[in-house]
């Protein structure tokens, strides 16, 4: 089992930065597939950002290219997201999200890969 607490969530303006957390406490964190969902009022749940648990490869959806950054620190058993030039189109509630298990140097998208979920962050922004 792996449980995952997410932070860092709040109202912000459009353009400002916001950098959200995941710590995650259970089994071999360092061994699992780590990603970011939002999801808004009346839209389905969404990837963000994934990480893979080997060589630290990175997956961004292109509605954030450019503009979020995901990272994890294993000995600190915690995932990132760096939220930079946000938009009231980021509004949504943030959900941390842990693979099954490990899948080496790929980077997992698919929701269905993901069996472990935090409680969600609501990022609010205004225009």
């Known amino acids: 089992q792996v449980q995952l607490v997410e932070s860092g969530g709040g109202l912000v303006q459009a353009g400002d930065s916001l950098r959200l957390s995941c710590a995650a406490s259970?089994?071999?964190?360092?061994?699992?597939?780590m990603a970011w969902f939002r999801q808004a009022p009346g839209k389905e749940r969404e990837i963000v950002a994934a990480?893979?648990?080997?060589?630290?490869?990175?997956y961004y959806s292109d509605f954030v290219k450019g503009r979020f950054t995901i990272s994890r620190d294993n000995a600190k058993n915690t995932l990132y997201l760096q939220m930079n030039s946000l938009k009231p189109e980021d509004t949504a509630v943030y959900y941390c999200?842990?693979?099954?298990?490990?899948?080496?140097?790929?980077?997992?998208?698919?929701?269905?890969?993901?069996?472990?979920w935090g409680q969600g962050t609501q990022v609010t922004v205004s225009s």
């Open positions: 990480i893979s648990s080997i060589a630290f490869n990175t």
């Open positions: 999200a842990a693979s099954a298990a490990s899948a080496g140097p790929a980077v997992v998208t698919t929701r269905l890969s993901y069996v472990y």
């Open positions: 259970g089994r071999a964190f360092s061994n699992k597939g």
